[in-house]
């Protein structure tokens, strides 16, 4: 019997136990070792938060902005920062990492916050197979015996990484109490691009616009050798589905108009000019993007800007502003830094992280239908919903 049980060893599990105070409190973690997530995020660096100011942090979590203000004004950023034991870096898009560029770090400070309760029991190697609540206990049935508890706290993260063990365990456990699941979709993945023609970009990037339906998002592009990803698409990619298309506009205008008229001028004041030449000193675009461009309008790189017809000037501004891609596939939760999707926030309390449908159940971190962008903010919320889960389970 224990007075806490927490399911998922990840950094919302772990963080969640190093902050509650006088209470029996067992981790049960599938793998033979906790947080193995963690460790592999940010490539091994481990980008543990943004330095945004709170109130803009909050918008970088899609349409959850409401049920994370909470949680986030609870424990912030700036209190994260606060008590870290660690020296940190902040590059210029505002990432923080830890200044060992090593993830361990960020990783042994939790543990190190864990020991120093001494009421902690860690248990790794231990497959929860059933959860029942009975009498007010929730007695978890697992691979090496039965655990009872007063307060359970899922923490198991989504479905994205299932090599790291994150396969979804809690959405079924959610389940069995009467939770409503949002279907979980991967989330800052790639996608693969039908009849791509960038291959021989593979590896560059530019600033790009992306629109998606009535979404219009800005940041960088990268290039793969069968489609796109980068901060703007990763970003985006809880809004975008199969089959379905995306705008891009490789120039900075806010509309196609102001577009035309512009390039209509560059036209006329370049009259003898190459046009080749012109789109890239122009609009910033690199030699191989205008070449692949000339190459799929049929254009010749000897033509000169005052050779243009009407009806090449806008195969030219439709290629450039707005130009359709149809989404062959979203990359699934093998490369999906996150997933999107999870318990329905609706059923869950946005100050404490308890379950409005169970007493005593809290759900933190991934497993929950929260999915923030690309930069720290996923682990910031992992850090925020289990400080305010751990917040309330002291109150008893």
């Not at 912030?76 to 210029?92: A, P, Q, R």
């Not at 990492?97 to 400070?109: A, E, Q, Y």
């Not at 291959?199 to 069968?226: A, P, R, V, W």
């Not at 008229?261 to 789109?279: A, P, R």
Request: hydrophobic share 35%.
């Amino acid at each position: 019997m224990h007075d806490v049980i927490i399911i998922g060893g990840g950094p919302a599990g772990l963080f969640c136990a190093a902050n509650i105070n006088d209470k029996d409190v067992l981790i049960l973690e599938k793998n033979e070792k906790v947080a193995k997530k963690l460790l592999v995020s940010g490539g091994g660096k481990c980008n543990f938060t943004n330095i945004n100011p709170v109130n803009e942090l909050i918008s970088h979590y899609g349409d959850k902005k409401n049920f994370v203000k909470k949680t986030l004004y609870n424990y912030s950023n700036e209190d994260l920062l606060k008590e870290v034991d660690f020296e940190y870096i902040i590059t210029d898009e505002g990432k923080v990492f830890p200044k060992t560029m090593n993830s361990r770090t960020v990783l042994n400070w939790i543990l190190k916050k864990i020991k120093d309760k001494g009421k902690i029991e860690v248990k790794t190697n231990l497959k929860v197979i059933n959860i029942e609540r009975r009498e007010d206990k929730f007695y978890i049935k697992t691979n090496k015996g039965t655990f009872l508890s007063k307060i359970l706290v899922i923490s198991t993260g989504g479905k994205s990484y299932p090599a790291l063990g994150t396969t979804g365990d809690g959405f079924n456990f959610a389940k069995r109490f009467g939770h409503n699941i949002i279907t979980p979709k991967p989330a800052l993945t790639p996608i693969i691009i039908k009849d791509y023609l960038f291959s021989d970009l593979s590896g560059s990037s530019m600033e790009i616009m992306l629109k998606i339906n009535k979404k219009l998002f800005k940041g960088t592009l990268l290039f793969t050798h069968k489609g796109f990803s980068g901060p703007v698409i990763l970003n985006s990619s809880r809004y975008l589905k199969n089959g379905k298309k995306i705008k891009i506009s490789f120039v900075d205008f806010k509309n196609e108009d102001l577009f035309r008229i512009d390039f209509l001028n560059v036209l006329d004041n370049n009259k003898n000019k190459s046009l080749y030449d012109i789109l890239r000193q122009k609009y910033n675009l690199t030699k191989r993007f205008v070449a692949i461009m000339f190459k799929t309008l049929k254009f010749d790189k000897s033509k000169k800007c005052n050779s243009i017809n009407k009806n090449e000037r806008n195969k030219i501004i439709n290629y450039l502003y707005n130009h359709e891609f149809f989404i062959e596939k979203l990359g699934g939760f093998d490369v999906a830094m996150v997933t999107a999707g999870g318990v329905d926030t609706k059923e869950i309390n946005s100050k404490t992280m308890e379950s409005k449908l169970i007493r005593n159940l809290y759900f933190i971190g991934e497993v929950l239908d929260v999915d923030g962008d690309s930069g720290g903010y996923n682990i910031q919320w992992a850090l925020s919903s289990a400080k305010s889960a751990a917040d309330n389970i002291n109150i008893f």
